[in-house]
C-alpha cells in the first residue's frame, strides 16, 4: 500500500505538474522557432451547424468582416439536419462568398466534414464554430504560421468569459491548458487543435471518418503522423463564455473525454510510443489524464488503509486529502465560495474534471456511437 500510495501520487503529479514542466524545459532548450512572414494564400472556411438560426447571422456577419482579402476568403457553411431555418438564412444571406452545403439528416459534424472536404479549392481550410466570435485579425495570423512550410495546422487562441465562481474556475483551468499548449508548441507540436478557431492546409487533410468525436484532434493528429507540425497562435484568438451551470460543464467535458476514448480505440497506435511522432505528448497531455481519477481513488484507499494502521504521517496526509475534496465540493455546493476563494474554485474544477472522466469511460462503453451532440439554446458547444 505504501508503494501503491507513492507511486500514484507520482504519476498524478506528472500529469498535472511534471509534464507542464518538461514542456517548459524542452522549450526553453531545444526551441523550435516559426518562420512566419506576411503569407494570404486563399482560405476556404468552413462551419458545420446544426439547429444554429439564432447564432448564424451574427456569426456569418462575423467571418465577413475578417480581415483578409474579400477575394481569398470563402465561407462554406455545412447544415447537419437542420429543421429550424438555418439553412435558409445561409442561403439568403446578402453575400456572394458564403456557399451552403445541406443534408437532410442529422450525420455529425465528422461526417460533413469529410462530405463538403472534397468540394474545397482554397490553400487552407479554416475550422470553426458557430456560437464563438472570432477576432478580425485570425485568418491573418493563422496563415502566417502556415507560411512556414514545416507546418501543416495552426490552432488559435480561445478566450473565456466568466461571470460566476464556477465559470472562473473553469477558466483557470482552461488557462493552464493553454499555457500547456503554448510550451508543445515551442518544442514541436500539439497534440490537438482549438475546435472554435484552428486552420490546416487542404492538401494536408487526411479522409476524416463519420462518427468521430474529437475532429479537432483527428485532423491535427492525422497531419502531424504526415510530418507536419501542428502549432498554437495565439495572435489568433476566439471569443466564448464559460458556462456557469456546473451540470453542462461537466456534460460537456464528459462527452469530449469520451471522444479521447474513442481515439484510442479506434486509432489504438496513439498509445504506442514511437507508431506515432506524437505518442510521447499524448501520453503526458491526454492519456494519463484519463487515468488520474482511477489514481486518485487509489491514493485516497491507499492513505486511509496507511492511516488506519497509527502512521501519524498518513494520518496527516489524510486530512489534507480529505479537506481538498471538502472544498471541491463546497465549491460545488455553494458557488458564491469559490467565487471569494481561489483554493475552493481551483479544488472544485479539479474535481469535476476528474469526476468526468471517470464518467467518461463509463458513457463511452455504454454507447461507444455517441457522436451526435445534443443542445439547447443555453448551453456551451465548445470542443
Not at 453542462?248 to 506515432?276: C, F, M, S, V
Request: glycine content about 6%; some cysteine; hydrophobic content about 50%.
Amino acid at each position: 500500500m505504501n508503494i501503491a500510495f507513492w507511486l500514484a501520487l507520482g504519476v498524478v503529479a506528472f500529469t498535472y505538474l511534471g509534464y507542464p514542466a518538461a514542456m517548459a524545459l524542452l522549450a526553453r532548450l531545444r526551441p523550435r522557432p516559426l518562420r512566419m512572414s506576411a503569407h494570404m494564400p486563399s482560405i476556404d472556411v468552413l462551419l458545420v451547424v446544426h439547429n444554429g438560426a439564432q447564432q448564424l447571422p451574427a456569426k456569418l456577419a462575423n467571418l465577413l468582416a475578417l480581415d483578409y482579402p474579400p477575394e481569398l476568403l470563402r465561407i462554406n457553411v455545412v447544415c447537419d439536419g437542420c429543421d429550424d431555418g438555418t439553412e435558409a438564412i445561409a442561403r439568403q444571406y446578402p453575400s456572394d462568398r458564403i456557399r451552403v452545403f445541406a443534408f437532410a439528416e442529422r450525420r455529425g459534424k465528422s461526417a460533413c466534414i469529410g462530405s463538403a472536404l472534397p468540394s474545397l479549392t482554397a490553400d487552407l481550410v479554416l475550422f470553426n464554430d458557430v456560437r464563438q466570435r472570432i477576432d478580425p485579425g485570425a485568418a491573418t495570423a493563422l496563415a502566417a504560421a502556415l507560411s512556414d512550410p514545416r507546418v501543416g495546422a495552426a490552432s488559435g487562441e480561445l478566450m473565456l468569459e466568466a461571470d460566476n465562481g464556477y465559470g472562473r474556475g473553469v477558466d483557470a483551468y482552461w488557462r493552464y491548458e493553454k499555457m500547456i499548449r503554448r510550451m508543445e508548441s515551442a518544442s514541436g507540436s500539439l497534440v490537438g487543435a482549438t475546435g472554435a478557431l484552428y486552420a490546416a492546409r487542404r492538401q494536408a487533410i487526411a479522409p476524416v471518418p463519420p462518427g468521430v468525436v474529437l475532429d479537432d484532434m483527428w485532423i491535427p493528429l492525422s497531419i502531424a503522423e504526415a510530418g507536419y507540425r501542428v502549432v498554437f497562435v495565439p495572435q489568433a484568438l476566439a471569443y466564448d463564455r464559460a458556462t456557469a451551470d456546473a451540470v453542462d460543464e461537466e456534460r460537456r467535458k464528459r462527452r469530449t473525454l469520451a471522444g479521447n476514448y474513442q481515439l484510442l480505440h479506434r486509432w489504438p497506435r496513439l498509445a504506442i510510443p514511437g507508431a506515432h511522432p506524437l505518442a510521447w505528448r499524448l501520453w503526458g497531455h491526454k492519456w494519463l489524464r484519463l487515468l488520474a481519477p482511477w489514481l486518485l481513488l487509489l491514493i485516497l484507499l491507499a492513505n486511509l488503509w496507511l492511516a488506519l494502521r497509527g502512521s501519524g504521517f498518513y494520518q496527516y496526509l489524510l486530512v489534507l486529502q480529505l479537506l481538498a475534496y471538502a472544498a471541491a465540493v463546497i465549491g460545488r455546493c455553494w458557488p458564491g465560495a469559490a467565487t471569494r476563494l481561489l483554493p475552493v474554485r481551483l479544488a472544485s474544477a479539479f474535481l469535476s474534471l476528474n469526476t468526468s472522466a471517470m464518467l467518461a469511460l463509463m458513457d463511452y462503453l455504454k454507447n461507444p456511437h455517441a457522436h451526435l451532440w445534443q443542445t439547447t439554446r443555453l448551453e456551451d458547444v465548445r470542443r
